[in-house]
Structure formats: C-alpha cells, structure tokens
C-alpha cells in the first residue's frame, strides 16, 4: 500500500472512529465548478480527451458498483498533482464524514487484497467529466469503482441531483491486520439495529417483512429505482423517539454530502411529511447473521444490505425516485430554456 492510502485510511479510521455521525461540510457551490475546472486543466491532452464525455451521453446513466471497465480516467494514471485534484473535486461535493467514508471505501481495496491474496487495486477507481463545468449549463460529474459510484449533476450553478449514491465496505468489519476495528459504514448499521430493536412486538411484526434477508440490494444498478409500494412500519406507527432515531439514519446517508445540498433535501423529505416514511426489515439482528433494511419515502429509498461473506460485506444505495441524475431538474430546466438543450 503507498504512502498515499495508508496516510488515507489513517485518516479515515480516526475520524469515522471518534465522530458521532453528525458533521456535514460547508462551503459553495461555486468551488465545485472551480475544482472541476482545476481537475481538468491538470490533465494532460490525451487524459483529458477520456475523461470528458457529453452530458447528453448515454454514459452518464451508465452506472454500477462491481469491478469492472470504466470510461473516465482513473487513479493510477494520474501523477501526484492530478490525483490531488481530483481529491479536491471530491471533498468539494461531500461533507467532511463523506470524503472519510469514501477514501476509506476505496483502501479497503488494499485491505481485501490482503486478506484474498489476490488482485485488488485502490487506484481502479475512474474520474469522469460530463460537459463542460459551468455555472450556466448543464453539467455533471461521477467517481466510480469497485464499492463507490456517486453521481453529480449541475444545473444553472446549483448541484441538483448527488443520486443514485453508492457505498459498500468489504469487509464491513476489518478483523485483522493494522486497520483491525475499522468499520468503514458503523452507524448505518448500528443506528438501525437500535430502531428495529427499539420496536414492540406489534410494530415488529410490520416491520419485519422477512426472516431471511435478500443477498443484495434490491434496486440493484437499475437506472430508474422501481420498488414498488411502501412496505414496513410507517413512521406514523412509531413514538416520538423512534422516529427521531429513523430521522438520524436518513440523516447518516445525506449527511454525506455537503452543507447546502443536505439541507434541501432533508427540508423537502420534511415537506412531504415524515410520518409517510416506511422502515422495513429482513434477517436477524444479531451480528453474523445476514440482514437488510430500507427505508422508503415518497420521493427516495435508502437500501441497506449486509449478507455476502458470512455478513460481514455491506452495501448502501440512495435513490431518488424522480430525479436521480438530475432528470426532473433538467426536464424543468429545458422546458424553462430549450436553447440550452444542446451546447
């Protein structure tokens, strides 16, 4: 492992360690278009040829979070100076707590390597510009590899859609080794272990919608989320300290992102009204055995599974039923200013 990722995990593993899960980042909107910028002015011609793809490109919908070829340009062909920028780019997006879950999501490859004996790379992980980075038209960003896909777009200066947002952690526990105690995505699981097992016998047997967990994510690498119907224990069936704990575990994903973009989102979860948010279960509670949650409101679906490798191998998604990528801002956008369509 270089220099770079150990002082990363480091890092990582103190903050998420000693935080409560509260901090968000702070700044504008404006760095991110400058951070972009600065991204792209580092590479080189032929770096930053693969690296810029057309916002309207089907590619941008293209996502997943398993190892695999990526458009962009990844990690290991950046030198010193464009990897920083592209950590700069990165930090620019999320909260402090974000960028930890993150750089951490991406040494644990290294930790995997270790404990597989075989190949895993932490610097297979892909930078990718979707048009041009702008104040005024339509653009975008992703970062994606193995456990990691989160996607940026932009509208008229403002960052409208950071969904669909992926993090997995394998292991989800580190056992061994130096970086023994590490658990990349603690309190997405604790903090739901605490409200399923806050439930009395009647709201339990809403809440449980299976005794055996699904081995994966459900809305999987879909590009539209489609999970049908609320299942679970409606807020509104929970007390007042239990949906505060609910309200705490929505918080821990969209926390992960900066200031302003958490706070809109979670005021618009808010409007819709929080007593209309599903939580629902599968699998056991105790540690080892296989488990799975959701939480599902009107306009989004936090999905939490932990089942592969004697549970011991986590994966999270955010979706927003509307506007993942950006979609419903940008259809407003085009109808407001059909001029900008193609640019």
Do not use: C
């Not at 760095?31 to 910028?37: K, Q, T």
């Not at 580190?174 to 409200?195: I, N, S, T, W, Y």
């Amino acid at each position: 492992m270089s220099n770079f990722y150990r002082g990363l995990i480091v890092a990582a593993y103190l903050f998420l360690a000693e935080s409560n899960g509260q901090q968000k980042g702070e700044g504008s909107t404006v760095e991110v278009v400058e951070a972009a910028i600065q991204f792209v002015n580092e590479l080189d011609s032929e770096l930053g040829t693969r690296a810029r793809i057309a916002f309207e490109d089907d590619e941008r919908l293209n996502w997943h979070f398993i190892p695999r070829r990526r458009k962009g340009v990844s990690l290991k062909e950046m030198n010193d100076r464009q990897r920083r920028a592209a950590h700069a780019l990165l930090k620019s997006t999320l909260s402090e707590r974000g960028y930890s879950k993150a750089t951490a999501v991406i040494v644990l490859e290294s930790v995997l390597r270790e404990i597989e004996g075989r190949h895993r790379d932490p610097d297979l992980y892909y930078l990718t510009i979707f048009g041009a980075p702008s104040r005024i038209q339509p653009w975008g960003w992703r970062i994606e590899g193995h456990h990691l896909s989160v996607n940026y777009s932009s509208v008229t200066n403002k960052l409208v859609a950071t969904t669909p947002t992926f993090f997995g952690a394998n292991p989800a526990n580190v056992r061994g080794g130096p970086h023994k105690g590490l658990r990349v995505l603690k309190f997405e699981e604790d903090l739901a272990k605490e409200l399923v097992l806050s439930l009395d016998d009647r709201q339990r047997a809403k809440a449980i919608i299976s005794a055996r967990a699904p081995s994966d994510i459900i809305t999987g690498s879909d590009r539209e989320a489609d999970i049908g119907k609320p299942s679970g224990i409606a807020a509104s069936d929970m007390s007042h300290d239990q949906r505060a704990l609910l309200m705490r575990l929505v918080e821990e994903y969209i926390n992960n992102f900066r200031t302003e973009i958490a706070d809109e989102y979670l005021a618009a979860i808010g409007k819709d009204g929080i007593e209309k948010i599903h939580f629902a279960w599968a699998g056991g509670t105790t540690e080892g055995e296989g488990n799975y949650y959701r939480i599902h409101g009107p306009r989004f679906v936090l999905e939490y599974d932990n089942t592969q490798d004697d549970a011991n191998h986590v994966h999270t998604v955010w979706r927003d039923f509307k506007n993942d990528f950006g979609i419903d801002y940008l259809k407003r956008h085009y109808e407001i200013s059909p001029h900008h369509k193609k640019h």
